[in-house]
């Protein structure tokens, strides 16, 4: 039997949280920490209090972008306990992030024991608010001070979390986006499949631009022809054509996301034809003038499923459908959160229980 996870009374400043979460500022109390050395390994994993860190000037991570990180949802059950979304593919791909860096990998127990211990000390943050998550960010940066142009002799993990509100707003509703053809998120043997932080700030530039024209987002295109469209922001892409679901396939330099996976399946359980595709930012266009294309959505641990209804385009801008979010959309929308929230079967250990 699933152990319910007691909640006390929150204190004033998770109640103001509560209220008004946003998406990213409303910390929660705790956080986990280890430290690596060549001649320790990983060291026993410590909980204690969200705090600032002390930090050289020359720690590597700041200089170098030894820097890694991942993002998973807690989700309230309806038995009151408390699951984590697929910790393991998120431990999985930490590691994969970490070797591409020449970092040590985390061990998947380390990872998931710092996961429970978090959640259980900030299990009080959430409600029975629908809206409301526990958004868990592990971390980890080359720690050592040195200046030298090569792999830390450090590295620092931490564990942290949030309470987490829509990443668009509370409402689901369709958002504009700009397809970047002057800058691009990632390259053929780069680090466009694993989630480090140099990975980001270069893309801030042309989100910014986007914003300028209207736009909440920005489409990126491959670097090489500028042609097929890769992501969406930090957000994985799919089209709706007819009856199947079709995303971009993974060619090395897009993000293997979470949520992308899980919806590959859920879309197949609903009965659509599933299919991986390379799909140029033309092909797109013409669909959607065509009506063959009806609807597009982005997906990712934060924006779970965004419909996207407007394309603006140097080679012409279009409407996606009618500009709403469609049917499949909402429908594979509802199938995923219920699976989070364990209103539905889990397709097969999906949901991590805490408590």
Known sequence: MTAIVERPTVPTRQSK????????????????????????????LEL????????????????????IFEGMKAFLQQDGSLAVFRPQRNAA???????????????????IEAVEQVVLADAQ????????TLYLRPLMFASEANLMLRASNEYTFLMMAFLAG??????????????????????????????????????LLAQRKAQEVGCQQVVWLDAVERRWVEEMGGMN?????????????????????VTRDALLTLAAQEGFAVSEERISI????????AGEITETFACGTAAVVTPVGRVRDEGGDFVI???????????????????????????????????
């Not at 791909?93 to 990872?111: H, I, T, V, Y």
């Not at 504009?176 to 893309?203: D, F, L, W």
């Not at 892409?237 to 996301?257: K, N």
């Not at 033309?282 to 003038?289: I, M, N, S, V």
């Open 166 to 203: 829509g990443f668009f707003g509370d409402t689901v509703a369709p958002v504009s986006v700009m397809v970047s053809h002057e800058h691009t998120r990632a390259m053929p043997g780069g680090t466009g499949n694993v989630k480090c932080a140099a990975n980001y700030g270069p893309s």
């Open 282 to 289: 033309d092909e797109w266009r013409r669909g959607c003038q």
């Open 93 to 111: 791909r930490f590691a994969r992030s970490a070797a591409r860096l020449a970092m040590p990998e985390l061990p998947e127990q380390l990872f």
């Open 125 to 132: 943050w959430l409600t029975d608010n629908p809206q409301h």
């Open 321 to 355: 459908g009618t500009g709403a979010a469609g049917p499949v959309t909402m429908r594979l929308r509802a199938t995923l959160l219920d699976v989070q929230h364990g209103r539905r079967r889990d397709p097969g250990g999906w949901l991590h229980r805490v408590g």
């Open 48 to 67: 204690g209090p969200l705090r600032d860190l002390t930090m050289h000037p020359g720690t590597i991570g700041l200089h170098y972008a030894q820097v």
């Open 17 to 44: 949280a509560m209220a008004d979460p946003g998406h990213g500022n409303a910390f929660t109390d705790h956080l986990a920490r280890c430290i690596w050395t060549p001649a320790t390994g990983w060291q026993p």
């Open 237 to 257: 892409l799919f089209f709706v054509r007819g009856g199947e679901v079709v995303t971009p396939r993974l060619t090395g330099t897009l993000l293997p996301g």
